[in-house]
């Protein structure tokens, strides 16, 4: 299960040309077995819990027709 926010903002720079910056996160809800190490591969146990994580990034240039 996961849920997504986000903030987008657009700023004109001219006539034809727009600058826009994005920004987003979610929280996801995740469950995992956990290990001590790779080699030896002791089991610890099951995990589970929700997560934030960044979910998008973006900087565009806009050309308006």
Excluded at 11 to 32: D, F, Q
Excluded at 33 to 44: I, M, P, S, V
Excluded at 54 to 63: D, E
């Amino acid at each position: 299960a996961a849920s997504d926010v986000y903030k987008r903002q657009a700023y004109p720079l001219s006539k034809t040309w727009n600058i826009e910056w994005e920004l987003g996160g979610a929280a996801v809800w995740a469950r995992y077995n956990e290990y001590r190490c790779r080699e030896c591969g002791a089991f610890l146990g099951r995990k589970h819990g929700w997560y934030l994580i960044p979910s998008r990034v973006a900087l565009n240039m806009i050309y308006l027709f």
